[in-house]
């Protein structure tokens, strides 16, 4: 009879859990050792808990199911709960499995010892458990692998005491029955096409899987029939896009500039999404983006079928014939001269290929990106889902995991390539098929925007000391050779456009790293705040025409 370690990675394969990002320790080894009894069962080392946790949001985004963590006590789970917040907040199946003492020890209060529960309902606030017997370990395993599976997806937590895990008489669990989501009920159809044929502005805001291409066409179709618009959530969990596929426009992050976008709106119908708010508070402005007169309605809530609710509305409008835009193939061409933000984000709406996919953590230097890259080959962009840095690198390894016939492209901020930097190492041990592109501008430029907005009384020297990453320099082709992934510098637009060439033609990993200076930084950072603050006095023309520029 298997131990239960053993009956546990049975469960877990049988249940088509076929990857397991782990950071070991003492509590998990017998769950080390089945590994080499489960065949289906892929192992992934990494040398961070958040690498691990990052790389499981990553594989379940792309995959559409979850992956297993493996992660070594409380303080394991400690390090781990930032991309575990990033899933969360994007509704990303993962099972987390956190190793614990024997149940016996743990009254002994050993060095290691601590409230895993405590510090896992943070991050899992829909599924933790204790797992207590041997024989009642893979039933807690079905449970918590239905609970990450359900709609909406769930981080879910079991912890696993190694006695537990070491103990015989672990007996193998059948998976729990597949999801059959249903669509919006006829009633709230009804109301909500009510609302439409009303022909006031009106928007559908689109998250979570509603940004896939079936959904997005039925979006896009009631557009074309209604005069409706559509958006899209800030920071979406994975949103298809390129040529061929209809556009959306997301929601800015700065809310000066979401308001502009609102402002004209009398109602607002969510699907598989809530309404925006701001980011942060700032003093003298409102949190909640919605405008006052709006109406909000809801659609389809995230344990509905986002895609089925909007063709059940198409019908109900007579759009389903209807023929929805989409977006027309084309690419800028080949930056060239010294290199810039703008110019990395055109190189890669030149060169991307067929089927990448895109980890955008670039911050402040992505700002162009959306544009320079809406009619390239379609492609999957995965962002900062809850704001949390350090998510990039990571979700990329999952991403090359779950689709290792795809290209995958992070794009990555200096600050936060340092959270997460030891994923490049698991890159390399892989051999995945990633390329990391740097944006080096030696600043937390984002913190430097904020800093401006807040109201702050008095800058000073020490407080700018605090976002600026200068001295000493980060060398980061350095630190990646360092850890086996291939890697070249660029300092103008033709040797971006090289490298980029040649990472894209070859086996990965590789990384570049593109010197560059701060998108916003100097005179347009000072006025920027200004030109936030103003926008509401500004006539609607005006307004939108602003915020194309600074935010298109």
Known sequence: MP???????QTLADAGIEVCFSNPGTSEMHFVAALDDEPRMRAVLTLFEGVATGAADGYARMADKPAATLLHLGCGLGNGLANLHNARKGKVPIVNIVG?????HVPLDAQLQSDIETVARNVSPGF??????????????VDAIAAARGLPGQVATLILPADVSWGDGGTPCPPPPALQPEAADDAVVASIAAVIRADKPSALLLGGRALREPALLAAARLAAHAGIKVLAETFPTRLERGAGLPPVERIAYLAELAGVQLAPLEHLILVDAKPPVSFFAYPGKPSQLVPERCSVHTLATPSQDAAASLEKLARALGAEAVEPARQPAQRPGRPRGRLSAEKVCKAIGHFLPERA??????ITSGLMLPVMTAGAPRHDLITLTGGAIGQGLPNAIGAAIACPDRPVLALIGDGTAMYTIQALWTMAREGLNVTAVIFNNASYS????ELERVGAARIGDKARSQLDLHGPDLEFTRLAQGMGVHAARAETAEDFNKALEYALAMPGPHLIEARI??????????????LLRSLPKLPAPLARALKKKLAP
């Open 128 to 141: 933790v458990r204790t797992s207590q017997r041997t024989a009642e370990l893979c039933r807690d395993a």
């Open 100 to 104: 614990d003492h024997a149940t016996y």
């Open 3 to 9: 131990n239960g370690a053993q009956a546990l990675m």
């Open 446 to 449: 984002v913190l430097n925007i």
């Open 517 to 530: 200076p701060e998108s916003l930084s100097g005179a347009k950072r000072r006025v920027l705040p200004w």
């Open 357 to 362: 996919i895109i980890v955008d953590e670039a």
